[in-house]
């Protein structure tokens, strides 16, 4: 069977990614957002950036303070965000329009209260089990040189996808925009992580030229259309 | 020849990337026709980077 190249973080980076993550969407889908419209109060932009204080202190204070790291990135991060809501008044009713917007925010919020709920449950905890019994699992290969680049790349491209879908405004293109974004991001990073996981098998497994030829056919798809889209773009433009 | 498949898969990821982009950019100026165009190139272009990698003898073109 094939080893399987694996990259571990550290528990507390798993942490911080898990409460910090979902609590950044939500925030930027529901909050900050809206408060970034022209007709919001200048009150309303003040309470939405300290949430998202509030959200990063708190994240980083789990660390080493569970219990306060919490309050402040729960409590204290909810309570800006219902003050940033208040403030807002009309400037909010862009969101009733935007239902998948409202319907993903709704999803950034379940999200972040799954993961501050693992804070609570591993408050105190230092370690992962599995560490503790097996004295800690290492790799059995390692990833080709690059691949963590690659797929921080993708990822940054991939957030791109997600933003872009946001400048769809047309009533009837704007769900057609977000499908778009959210599929083409996910396509990305399951080519990109199938790509850094992969590369190193692939040079061993298959010679070059066997490989060149396997995407023949498409590549030739690829050219032909970007002739047609040349020729296109010529004769338009005469 | 190894190190020239790599940089080709990694540079079609990235050029499906900008491709998906271009896609979404052509949709906000409202030229559908356009989007359309980029996507399925991009769609082409991630496939043929995901190919190139597929060991063993059940890869199709």
């Not at chain 1, 694996?6 to 957002?33: D, Q």
């Not at chain 1, 969101?95 to 105190?124: P, Q």
């Not at chain 1, 293109?173 to 499908?179: C, I, K, P, R, Y």
């Not at chain 1, 996981?197 to 032909?224: C, D, E, F, I, Y």
Request: one cysteine or more.
């Amino acid at each position: 069977m094939a080893a399987i190249p694996t990259v571990r973080l550290s528990p507390r980076a798993t942490r911080l990614v898990n409460i910090g993550l979902p609590g950044l969407y939500a925030w930027y889908t529901t909050v900050a957002w809206p408060a970034a419209s022209t007709d919001a109060p200048t009150s309303a932009r003040l309470t939405c950036v300290l949430a998202l204080v509030a959200l990063a202190i708190g994240a980083v204070s789990t660390l080493t303070h569970p219990r306060a790291g919490a309050a402040l990135g729960v409590l204290v991060f909810f309570l800006l965000c219902v003050a940033t809501w208040l403030l807002l008044g009309d400037a909010l009713d862009r969101m009733r329009h935007e239902t998948l917007a409202s319907t993903l925010g709704g999803v950034g919020w379940a999200l972040f209260a799954l993961g501050w709920g693992s804070v609570r449950s591993r408050a105190g905890d230092t370690a992962e089990p599995l560490d503790a019994i097996a004295g800690g699992l290492a790799p059995r290969s390692r990833l080709a040189r690059g691949s963590l680049a690659l797929f921080g790349l993708t990822i940054v491209a991939s957030c791109a996808l997600v933003f872009l879908g946001w400048s769809v405004v047309r009533p009837a293109h704007a769900v057609l925009g977000q499908t778009v974004a959210v599929a083409s991001s996910v396509a990305l990073l399951l080519a990109a992580g199938r790509l850094a996981v992969g590369r190193l098998q692939s040079q061993r497994s298959r010679p070059a030229s066997s490989q060149l030829w396997s995407v023949a056919r498409k590549l030739t798809l690829v050219v032909v259309l970007l002739g047609i889209g040349v020729l296109w773009t010529l004769l338009g433009g005469l | 020849m190894a190190a020239l498949i790599d940089v080709i898969s990694v540079g079609f990821v990235l050029g499906a990337a900008a491709c998906f982009i271009a896609a979404l950019r052509a949709l906000g100026a409202r030229e559908d026709l356009a989007a359309l165009y980029w996507l399925v190139i991009g769609a082409l272009v991630l496939r043929s980077a995901v190919d190139l990698l597929r060991s063993g003898s059940g890869a199709r073109s």
